[in-house]
Structure formats: structure tokens, C-alpha cells
């Protein structure tokens, strides 16, 4: 079965703090991970995913197969970067898309 | 605006009637995805269409729920005898997918908010 665990619901760091937003998921076979983003009074939209190896507005995610983790960082936090982090999971050749709780980031000056 | 859009943002409804949704995806997009979001969880996958076929179903979309996609664009989710249960955000979320692993990426809309009193 897919799931993906999300364990903090609310995670509170200062403005130049790193944040990671923790994600560990379990599956059978390959997955493919995600890390959506939803900014107040936004629709949810990518962030980025484990295929593409990229770094996005500053963070990035390593998928670790032995933790079965893929934890999202950044360095430095920017105010900007509070919203609601949704890490995801999809199976090689399926499309059942499955999401975590979310973590609610916040960013304090 | 040319992406997702989702169409009505808001019901109300009373337990025992009937609702209708409507997704228009972002034009030429051949997967369109229905999920629902209750508070404090992640989007729950409903559905998926390839074109105008409906791929897979969860086991959480019953027998009220039945969804289309007639020709292969827009596509209607109707709930059927709604319960105060199936007050949740609909999320429908479209992509292009060529094929092989990781190359659709799925654009979401804003949702409609169906409340059932």
C-alpha cells in the first residue's frame, strides 16, 4: 500500500533559519515523489519532484530509498516561504496520487 | 486565465440532493484528475480520465459518485443523495502526459467547496 507521512503538522522557524519539512513514505515497488506548495488564497501547485533532481526557490529534496524518506530543505527560510507543504507519492505506471497531511509552515521575521 | 478552472467555487447544499461539478482543464491536457480534500488532510486521489476514459476509480468514491468526461475536455463529477460526510474541497487537477515515469506534471484548480447542511 502507498502511504506518506507527514509527522509535523506546524513547523515554526525565524527568516535566514534552514527549515526541513520531513516526509517518509511506504511503498512496494518505485515511487515517484513530490513536493506540492499552497500559498494563502492559492491553488496547490509543484514544487518540485524527486525525478527532476532540481532545486526550486531555494529547496531541494533528496530521495533516500533506505530511509524511504524525502525530506524537503532550504538553507536560509524567507518570509515568503510560509504556506502549506504537501509531500506526495506516485506509483511507477499507476496515477493514484497520494499526499501527505501537510506541514503548515510558518516564517517569522 | 488559462489554467484549471473549476466551476461552482462554492455549495451549500441539504443532506438527500444532488450536485454537480464542473472541471475544465487547461486546453489540449489529456489527464484529468478528481480529488477530494477534507480538513487537515492532503488531497485524496477520487479519479482519473485518459481523453474521454475513465481510468481508475478509489474505493472512496461510491456508488452516489460518478464522474465523466464525455469528450474528452471538460468533465462533470455529480454526487448523488449527498450526505453531511461528503462535505469536503474538490480539487480537479489536469496534466499532459507523454508518456514514461515523472513527465506529467498536474495543474490544479482552485477547487469548489461543497458544504452539506
Known amino acids: 500500500a502507498q502511504r506518506v507521512t507527514q509527522p509535523e503538522k506546524l513547523l515554526s522557524v525565524f527568516k535566514g533559519a534552514p527549515v526541513e519539512l520531513k516526509c517518509n513514505y511506504s511503498y512496494s515497488g518505485s515511487p515517484e515523489l513530490f513536493w506540492y506548495v499552497q500559498y494563502s488564497r492559492q491553488r496547490l501547485q509543484l514544487l518540485l519532484r524527486?525525478?527532476s533532481r532540481e532545486s526550486i526557490k531555494g529547496f531541494t529534496a533528496d530521495l533516500n530509498k533506505g530511509e524511504t524518506s524525502f525530506h524537503l530543505k532550504k538553507p536560509f527560510a524567507q518570509e515568503e516561504d510560509s504556506a502549506m507543504y504537501y509531500c506526495a507519492l506516485r506509483g511507477y505506471n499507476n496515477n493514484d496520487m497520494r499526499f501527505g497531511a501537510g506541514t503548515r509552515l510558518t516564517v517569522k521575521p | 486565465d488559462t489554467g484549471v478552472s473549476q466551476d461552482p467555487r462554492h455549495k451549500i447544499t441539504k443532506r438527500g440532493q444532488n450536485v454537480t461539478f464542473r472541471c475544465d482543464p487547461i486546453s489540449e491536457h489529456n489527464r484529468l484528475y478528481w480529488y477530494r480534500q477534507t480538513l487537515g488532510q492532503g488531497p485524496e486521489f477520487l479519479t482519473y480520465?485518459?481523453?474521454?476514459?475513465?481510468?481508475?476509480k478509489s474505493r472512496l468514491l461510491s456508488d452516489r459518485f460518478s464522474a465523466e468526461r464525455p469528450k474528452g475536455s471538460f468533465s462533470t463529477l455529480e454526487i448523488q443523495r449527498t450526505e453531511q460526510g461528503d462535505s469536503a474541497m474538490y480539487l480537479c487537477?489536469?496534466?499532459?502526459?507523454?508518456?514514461?515515469?515523472?513527465?506529467?506534471?498536474?495543474?490544479f484548480g482552485p477547487g469548489t467547496r461543497l458544504t452539506v447542511l
Open positions: 480520465f485518459q481523453n474521454e476514459a475513465q481510468l481508475e
Open positions: 524527486h525525478i
Open positions: 487537477a489536469s496534466s499532459l502526459a507523454r508518456g514514461g515515469p515523472g513527465t506529467d506534471t498536474q495543474y
